[in-house]
Protein backbone atom coordinates (compact mmCIF):
# COMPACT_ATOMS: atom_id res chain seq x y z
CA UNK A 1 0.00 0.00 0.00
CA UNK A 2 1.06 3.75 -0.77
CA UNK A 3 0.98 6.01 1.91
CA UNK A 4 0.24 8.68 -1.32
CA UNK A 5 -3.05 6.43 -1.75
CA UNK A 6 -4.03 6.58 2.54
CA UNK A 7 -3.48 10.95 2.25
CA UNK A 8 -5.64 10.70 -0.87
CA UNK A 9 -8.55 8.96 1.10
CA UNK A 10 -7.94 11.20 4.68
CA UNK A 11 -8.60 13.91 2.02
CA UNK A 12 -11.75 13.57 1.88
CA UNK A 13 -14.30 15.23 4.91
CA UNK A 14 -16.95 12.27 4.41
CA UNK A 15 -14.00 9.51 4.64
CA UNK A 16 -12.60 10.98 7.70
CA UNK A 17 -16.35 10.62 9.47
CA UNK A 18 -16.21 7.29 8.34
CA UNK A 19 -12.93 6.90 9.79
CA UNK A 20 -13.90 8.61 13.11
CA UNK A 21 -17.28 6.42 13.41
CA UNK A 22 -15.11 3.54 13.62
CA UNK A 23 -12.21 5.07 15.88
CA UNK A 24 -15.16 4.48 18.34
CA UNK A 25 -16.88 1.38 17.47
CA UNK A 26 -14.38 -1.98 17.21
CA UNK A 27 -16.59 -2.81 13.33
CA UNK A 28 -19.76 -1.53 11.79
CA UNK A 29 -21.57 -2.86 8.76
CA UNK A 30 -21.66 -1.13 5.99
CA UNK A 31 -25.73 -0.67 6.95
CA UNK A 32 -24.86 1.14 10.38
CA UNK A 33 -22.43 3.32 8.68
CA UNK A 34 -24.62 4.53 5.40
CA UNK A 35 -27.26 5.37 8.71
CA UNK A 36 -24.77 7.24 10.79
CA UNK A 37 -23.34 9.29 7.56
CA UNK A 38 -25.93 11.88 6.62
CA UNK A 39 -23.77 13.86 4.10
CA UNK A 40 -24.80 11.35 1.81
CA UNK A 41 -26.73 8.52 0.60
CA UNK A 42 -25.73 4.60 0.95
CA UNK A 43 -24.23 4.17 -2.75
CA UNK A 44 -21.82 7.05 -1.91
CA UNK A 45 -20.67 5.24 1.76
CA UNK A 46 -20.37 2.38 -0.20
CA UNK A 47 -17.70 4.00 -2.61
CA UNK A 48 -15.90 5.48 0.20
CA UNK A 49 -15.57 2.45 1.83
CA UNK A 50 -13.92 0.90 -1.03
CA UNK A 51 -11.19 3.94 -1.38
CA UNK A 52 -10.49 3.39 2.30
CA UNK A 53 -9.80 -0.12 1.57
CA UNK A 54 -8.08 0.27 -1.26
CA UNK A 55 -5.79 2.91 0.89
CA UNK A 56 -4.96 0.56 3.93
CA UNK A 57 -6.78 2.22 5.63
CA UNK A 58 -9.80 -0.04 6.69
CA UNK A 59 -10.34 -3.85 6.98
CA UNK A 60 -13.69 -5.55 5.84
CA UNK A 61 -14.87 -9.00 7.23
CA UNK A 62 -18.05 -10.40 5.25
CA UNK A 63 -20.53 -12.95 6.77
CA UNK A 64 -23.23 -14.19 4.11
CA UNK A 65 -24.44 -10.65 2.50
CA UNK A 66 -23.24 -8.59 5.75
CA UNK A 67 -20.00 -6.38 5.41
CA UNK A 68 -18.34 -5.68 8.42
CA UNK A 69 -15.74 -2.72 8.94
CA UNK A 70 -13.01 -1.93 10.87
CA UNK A 71 -9.85 0.16 11.17
CA UNK A 72 -6.55 -1.44 9.91
CA UNK A 73 -4.33 -0.85 12.84
CA UNK A 74 -1.29 -2.62 10.44
CA UNK A 75 -2.10 -0.98 7.12
CA UNK A 76 -1.32 2.46 5.73
CA UNK A 77 -2.70 4.06 8.78
CA UNK A 78 0.56 3.42 10.38
CA UNK A 79 2.89 4.57 7.71
CA UNK A 80 1.30 7.85 7.47
CA UNK A 81 1.55 8.19 11.82
CA UNK A 82 4.91 7.54 11.35
CA UNK A 83 5.64 9.84 8.67
CA UNK A 84 3.28 12.99 10.25
CA UNK A 85 5.83 12.01 13.74
CA UNK A 86 8.76 12.52 11.80
CA UNK A 87 7.93 15.41 9.89
CA UNK A 88 6.34 17.09 13.47
CA UNK A 89 9.50 16.15 15.44
CA UNK A 90 11.64 17.41 13.17
CA UNK A 91 9.27 20.93 12.78
CA UNK A 92 9.54 20.79 16.69
CA UNK A 93 13.59 20.08 17.20
CA UNK A 94 13.97 23.00 14.46
CA UNK A 95 11.98 25.56 16.72
CA UNK A 96 13.61 24.37 19.82
CA UNK A 97 17.26 25.36 18.43
CA UNK A 98 15.46 28.84 16.76
CA UNK A 99 13.94 29.45 20.37
CA UNK A 100 17.21 28.92 21.99
CA UNK A 101 19.52 30.51 19.55
CA UNK A 102 17.06 33.50 19.76
CA UNK A 103 17.29 33.33 23.77
CA UNK A 104 21.62 32.64 23.39
CA UNK A 105 21.81 35.85 21.31
CA UNK A 106 19.11 38.10 24.10
CA UNK A 107 21.39 37.07 27.18
CA UNK A 108 25.05 38.08 24.94
CA UNK A 109 23.44 41.63 23.77
CA UNK A 110 21.88 42.20 27.24
Known amino acids: MDVDHAF??????V????LALLSHREEL?????????????????SSHLRKLLNAGLITERRTGRFRYYSLNPNGTARDVLTLLQA???????????????????RSHAG
Do not use: C, H, M, N
Not at 15 to 18: A, D, F, G, Y
Not at 30 to 44: C, D, I, M, N
Open 8 to 13: DALADP
Open 15 to 18: RREI
Open 29 to 45: SAGELSEQVSRVGRTAV
Open 87 to 105: LFQDSLAQAKRTAEAGAAA
